[in-house]
């Protein structure tokens, strides 16, 4: 049974980098068959994927075109983790932050994340 | 980036069967999109329900399916129950990248 528990701090100051973790248990990182994924939900935007990491020999991202210019999704293979940032945060950056492992079939608990000063 | 559309709202009977579908601005949705239907509820997290237009996981009840129907994905409910009543995603994947559709409101009435 794979969990997924995320970290990371509700409250970010506007043009600040937003940090959150997804911590797994229950199955690997880096695994040739896996592949985690970060969305955020709000009342304004709705559900919206914001990206991707997975291995498959090498390491791959995609992200959303809406932040393309602004994210970054890490893996870290030594704390079996992986991790989201958003650079240049705005109130509209305020959502709840969800991870989830590839087919979406688990998910973190969410964490809601407000920008403001 | 594409838009992928839903029906806002939806309403289907007792025991009725009901349709949603999502359609993408780009085009025809293929199987190539690997179409997602999530399930949410009030306060709580969105639930995948279908994944690659029609595989079901272990949790989907059996009167939920999925399909591509007229250049769009499309997921069925037959027999709807009161417990049915939820908003509905679904989500395209197109080069990698994955866009959520603006959902469906089902009301089961």
């Known amino acids: 049974q794979v969990q997924l528990q995320q970290s990371g701090p509700g409250l970010v100051k506007p043009s600040q980098t937003l940090s959150l973790t997804c911590a797994i248990s229950g199955d690997s990182v880096s695994s040739n068959s896996a592949v985690w994924n970060w969305i955020r939900q709000s009342p304004a935007r709705g559900l919206e994927w914001l990206g991707r990491t997975y291995y498959r020999s090498k390491w791959y991202n995609d992200y959303a075109v809406s932040v393309k210019s602004r994210i970054t999704i890490n893996p870290d293979t030594s704390k079996n983790q992986f991790s989201l940032q958003l650079n240049s945060v705005t109130p509209e950056d305020t959502a709840m932050y969800y991870c989830?492992?590839?087919?979406?079939?688990?998910w973190g608990q969410g964490t809601l994340v407000t920008v403001s000063s | 980036q594409a838009v992928v559309t839903q029906e806002p709202s939806l309403t289907v009977s007792p025991g009725g069967t009901v349709t949603l579908t999502c359609g993408s601005s780009?085009?025809?949705?293929?199987?190539?999109?690997?179409p997602y239907w999530f399930q949410q509820k009030p306060g709580q997290a969105p639930r995948a329900l279908i994944y690659?237009?029609?595989k079901k996981h272990s949790w989907t009840p059996a009167r939920f399916s999925g399909s591509l129907v007229g250049g769009k994905a499309a997921l069925t409910l037959s027999d709807a129950q009161p417990e049915d009543e939820a908003e509905y995603y679904c989500?395209?994947?197109?080069?990698?990248?994955?866009?959520f559709g603006g959902g469906t409101r089902l009301t089961v009435l």
């Open positions: 989500l395209l994947h197109s080069g990698g990248r994955g866009v």
């Open positions: 690659d237009t029609s």
């Open positions: 989830a492992s590839w087919y979406y079939t688990y």
């Open positions: 780009t085009g025809a949705v293929t199987s190539g999109h690997y």
